[in-house]
């Protein structure tokens, strides 16, 4: 036998290059994690590549389709039959998808990304299929990572995005309650500022007003007389103009010394009917309505009832061809949310309600919000003075209350107060209201009084009201002399000072110095302006006595006779 024939160098050449293309091809599906497969479709006969087997964690592979197809998870698998199958129906060139397998070594759950592509013969048949599978794994995980840090990321912006809005319209709350508030003390700062004064002068010019009239009185008719009382009844009834205004003034403001006490508003209500009837006159219809078992509330009745009359002599002028006014009342709560979007401090909580509703004219949204405005009218010139729902606004807020106007024009308007329930016991109305009306006998005396006055015209009438009720009167111009006169003299039985004085000494300082010397002494305070010297949170402090200014002979008559005789 002869040897066998050399392989000749050509061909040695070429299994070198196989072996290196296979080797690179090792190289190349290990660093990619990806493993290559050939898949002869009729027959079903599957060739697999060593790393395909490793990457599905194979040991044994018997060649067949149906065992590879087993590979993939339960619930993906019917998915990816169906996606091949539709594929090859329709002649797919390549197709791509992705699924989740069960390695068979470690029972680890991986997921893999499938390319295939596939060849038919002449007649559009599939034949076979080449392909690669691809762990992705890690990739998966980085995007549920990246998609769960997304979501996270968005949600804290979202909440965050929430927590700057609503800091933002908490701060938008606040600057606007900061402006009221302000706007408010701007407008306090300069009624006090010319109120003290303003009341001083008003005091002594109706109080002269009043002196000519009982002297005229007693003079002989003539021409003259009756010029001079047409002249003092103009001068008393400008002057009494001008101490409305700074009253309601004050009451915007909240320095109206209020004297609250249990209020049945059913009551007030139905009490003012007979009067609002004649005051809106006959083309406008007056109805109450008004609730059954309805609480009280805690407030000054006078000036309830001056609210109450404001608002319905608004309403009349809202309806200058008459119409329907109607004032109703209720119990009513105003809860978080609702207390919660204004822009001024209301407490949550029960209150009363009042409304009133009328069939006018109406007011636009930008009327609405300037309504409470000082000197704010929509009336003509000379027909208003804008102070009518300003004093309502400033009475209200001043006894912890809350105001709102619902209106709109051609609609009518209804204003609604709420003023705080009254919890506990109720003190009888008919006890209080015979306490309130409580006349005395006479107003002449003999008690020997000290009155305190910096202003000298207005202590020069102080004192000669009394001198002319028959009373023994000292007289001081502050705080200072008046307590030497009070050691001075034993048998004042009464101190009748001004709140507001220069010196190191105020009213109230010296009273409470006074009622320490002399505890058995009456005290009778008056004033035209204070902040907190007898008056907080805008009630007077309990025990004091006052008379405000502008006052008359009869209001100082009858204040100091009722306090001396109690």
Known sequence: MGRPEPASSAEAGLEARLRETEELLAYAQEAGRLGIFEWHIPSGAVHLSPRFLSLYGLDRFDGRYETWHECIFREDRIRVANLIEE????????INTEFRISRGTDDTMRWIEARYMVFYD???RARRAVGINVDVTEQKRAIVQLRAFTESLEDRVRERTRELEAEFLARQKAEESLRQSQKMDAVGRLTGGIAHDFNNLLTIILGGLEVIGRHAANLPPSPAIVRIGKARG????????AASLVSRLMAFSRQQPLAPRPVDANKLVAGMSDMLRRTLGEPVSLETVLAGELWSTFADENQLESAILNLAINARDAMPEGGKLTIETANCHLDEAYVGSLTEPVAAGQYVQIAVTDTGVGMSAATVE???EPFFTTKEVGKGTGLGLSQVYGFVRQSSGHIRIYSEPGEGTTVKIYLPRLFGAVENPAVVA???SRIAPTAIGSECILVVEDDEALRSYATEILRELGYRVLAATN???ALKLLEAHSDIALLFTDVVMPGSLNGRQLADLAAARRPEIKILFTTGYTRNAIIHHGRLD???HLITKPYSFEDLALQVRLLLDS
């Not at 594929?87 to 390549?94: H, M, P, S």
């Open 122 to 124: 002449d007649e559009r």
């Open 479 to 481: 705080g200072e002399s």
């Open 87 to 94: 594929a090859l129906a329709e002649g797919a060139r390549e």
């Open 234 to 241: 103009m001068a008393v009834q400008g002057a009494r103009r």
């Open 434 to 436: 015979a306490a309130s």
């Open 542 to 544: 309990p025990g004091i």
């Open 370 to 372: 300037r309504a409470f």
